[in-house]
């Protein structure tokens, strides 16, 4: 395998789970499902600062920031990516993010008959196992996303510096704090599979989105749209067709 040597600081990765709607489509609407997933969160992970999509991984994505790419602080990049991705959810994608830093390596893999490029190291696996951790049985309050990640990432770091108040504008023009409903947890040891035990803290929005058209909605819209085009059999997509 050929690779850059990795950076003298850590990449930040960020990982997102599948998701649950997915499984209520057949195979066409999870296609459109997930290419409307990959879209959008594409889009808002690079709105905050500069990342690079490294790959897709079923109907999950992986997201690095790293010095190498631009980035002056790449924890505090990915989680303000992360706090975009759980706070502008189009569609209610519901997003599960986990994030992890450390060394990694950027290179090629594969065979003669094909390669591709990608991140390899042990915070890639990292990341993905946060993505896995559910919440505390005893939330008090309801969650619409949330994010996790190893408590020692932001040990001696400021809430209001990982997620701070936003600036909006009243109608006559003042600026105003628009304060926010994330909300830490209490930190925890969770097992993870090939990882071990992990004390995580985690990161909530208790703000509930409410789209005007569902993720699933879409999807099997555009599969209709396609077959009235002419671009798949109808008898595919008849079962939801409107009578």
């Not at 992986?62 to 980035?71: H, K, P, T």
């Not at 390899?120 to 696996?125: E, H, K, L, S, Y």
């Not at 190893?150 to 023009?173: K, N, T, W, Y």
Request: proline share 7%; hydrophobic share 40%; with cysteine.
């Amino acid at each position: 395998m050929e690779g850059t040597q990795p950076p003298e600081r850590p990449g930040c990765l960020l990982n997102r789970s599948e998701p649950p709607e997915a499984r209520q489509l057949d195979p066409a609407e999870t296609l459109a499902f997930v290419n409307h997933f990959f879209a959008w969160i594409s889009e808002e992970a690079l709105r905050h600062g500069p990342g690079i999509v490294d790959k897709y991984i079923g109907d999950e994505v992986m997201v690095v920031f790293s010095d190498e790419f631009g980035s002056e602080d790449p924890l505090l990049d990915t989680v303000h990516a992360a706090r975009g991705m759980g706070q502008r959810y189009v569609y209610s994608f519901l997003p599960h993010i986990g994030i992890a830093s450390g060394r990694v390596i950027v290179g090629y893999v594969g065979t003669p008959q094909g390669y591709s490029t990608s991140v390899f190291g042990a915070p890639v696996a990292l990341a993905a196992r946060c993505a896995a951790v559910d919440l505390p049985d005893d939330v008090d309050f309801r969650v619409s996303s949330y994010l996790t990640l190893p408590a020692s990432e932001i040990e001696g770091r400021d809430f209001a510096e990982l997620i701070p108040a936003e600036s909006a504008r009243d109608a006559d023009g003042t600026d105003y704090e628009q304060p926010h409903s994330w909300r830490p947890l209490d930190g925890r040891v969770v097992s993870m599979k090939n990882v071990g035990d992990v004390e995580v803290a985690q990161i909530a929005n208790a703000a509930v989105w409410l789209p005007s058209q569902s993720a699933e909605d879409r999807a099997r819209e555009v599969v209709r749209l396609a077959a009235k085009a002419g671009r798949r059999w109808k008898a595919e997509c008849d079962r939801d067709a409107p009578s």
